[in-house]
């Protein structure tokens, strides 16, 4: 284990996983390096995670450490200059009849039963499409930091659930699911807009977006939300300029 001392809480460790397979690259492997312990990890320390390139899921506060590999790229939107392109216009307008909700992190049998229907339909035989109320539960509802769950209605249906942490500096978004039979709404587009609406709405500078990888179809789609941000050798700096 190594201590980062230019972290506030000097007792903060890290260490490396034992390599895993890769879930956005084929025939590579992975490895992380974990934050711990969790019980030190409250919002302050996770917003200094997050500048470093550290993500959550659940309790566990990590960031890619791979051998030979550094694919994974932490992104954020800079809020006040991002301007959607037209596809992205034409999916707000399109969206205009949901109402989202922010709600506290708490169990609700609708939300359950979505992921289970998008586990299903978009990760089926990934494990996650097992997942049980409790598993649920420590996945998206256990939290140290200040976290919410952004809800999506059309009319009385929930469409769409994401979780996000409340930063010093932004909003970080940890996962998202939504109604798999509403491909023409381009839901997960819609979700990424509405974060970085309600960034700017809170006052905050940054929409943390996760990890880019240019070489997966899966993460790549993170540079459409022009300008953004990306982490490379210590320095956020500019990934791309142009707009439409």
Not at 113 to 121: E, I
Not at 179 to 195: A, D, H, I, W
């Amino acid at each position: 284990m190594t201590f980062l001392h230019e972290l506030p809480i000097q007792r903060l460790q890290f260490y490396l996983t034992a390599p895993y397979p890769c879930s956005y690259l084929d025939g590579r492997e992975a490895r992380s390096q974990v934050a711990t312990p969790a019980n030190l990890i409250d919002t302050s320390m996770f917003s200094e995670l997050a500048r470093m390139g550290f993500r959550r899921s659940g309790l566990y506060v990590y960031r890619p450490r791979c051998d030979g590999c550094n694919a994974c790229t932490p992104a954020r939107v800079p809020v006040e200059l991002f301007q959607p392109r037209r596809s992205q216009r034409r999916c707000l307008a399109r969206n205009a009849d949901l109402r989202v909700t922010a709600k506290p992190l708490a169990f609700v049998e609708a939300h359950y039963q979505l992921y289970r229907r998008y586990q299903s339909a978009r990760h089926s035989g990934g494990g996650m499409d097992r997942d049980d109320r409790e598993q649920y539960r420590g996945f998206l509802l256990s939290s140290r930091v200040d976290s919410l769950l952004l809800e999506f209605t059309l009319g009385e249906q929930v469409v769409m659930v994401s979780l996000v942490d409340r930063l010093l500096d932004g909003l970080s978004a940890v996962y998202t699911f939504f109604e798999p039979t509403l491909p023409k709404r381009s839901l997960g587009v819609f979700n990424v807009l509405t974060q970085i609406e309600w960034t700017q709405r809170m006052g905050l500078d940054y929409a943390y977006l996760g990890y880019w990888i240019e070489a997966s179809p899966k993460m790549s789609y993170k540079a459409d939300y022009r300008p953004i941000e990306v982490l490379r050798d210590g320095k956020w700096q500019t990934l791309i300029k142009e707009a439409d």
